[in-house]
């Protein structure tokens, strides 16, 4: 009797509201939907990895050794860690949507994450083959916010001359090693290459308007003196920025015909450079 009550009154509601059952496209539509953002979600994350890849591949790992950092501090100082972040958001967003399929319920948490890191990492790998990972840093470099502190750390890293390390662009050409260079605060640096490693001296990337790192010392004030140098990769597009790229002067415009011709360097510091043997940085 009870039952048929409840069945009375279900009916005489469904008569007051005008109710009737959602089409079958309806359906359909909503689970197309949901597995469309979810792809999506897989597409950007294949992003963040190709990125990632990009960042680590050219991490500088040559030169770790010169930065006085043990492989561990280096790898956890300049570890991109706000693509691993983007990368964790959009594997949740796959589950979330994935859950939200018709049969989305049947697959546990841990198989929708791991395949969804699995899927992000080999789609993200065919993208950086094809220089996906480069064309986001070049972008990112030139426009975003906070580049240099959160999106590639890695130029924070290299831009500390009180460690010994130094990042910029050449706007000088270079004379007997000597260089000018604008580094990430526009502020300019006289380099002098006088203990520069054999090895780097006469590289191709050794020219005006071409950004590096440089490792060696500070020996007064704006000269650094470079006993290892190499192309600054990731973030290299963050000196085309408007604030940075008017340090620059006339020198970088008109392609700079003559160098520059280099400030002194201290006598004290030729002197202690000849009969002292430095070790290696």
Known sequence: MEHKEFDQKLVEKIREEKMAPKPRWHFLLKNQVVWLAGALALLIGAVAVSVMIYL???????????????????????????????????????????????????????????????????????????GVGQAIDNVLGERAPLYETVINRQLSFWFNPDEGRLAGVIVSEVADGNFYLVDPAGESWQITGQNLHADFYLSDFFKVGEPVNLVGEVIEENIFRADFIKPLVPGRRFFDRPGIKEHRGPCLQDNCPRPLPPRPIPAEVIRLDMIQDRPTR
């Open 56 to 130: 680590l591949k050219n991490n500088g790992w040559e030169l770790q050794a010169q930065t006085n950092k043990s492989v561990l501090e280096f790898f956890l100082l300049t570890m991109p860690y706000f693509w691993i972040v983007f990368l964790g958001i959009f594997v949740f967003v796959l589950y979330y949507n994935v859950k939200h399929t018709t049969k989305g319920y049947r697959y546990p948490v841990w198989l929708i994450a791991v395949s969804g890191i699995l899927a992000s990492f080999i789609l993200g790998s065919i993208l950086f083959l094809f």
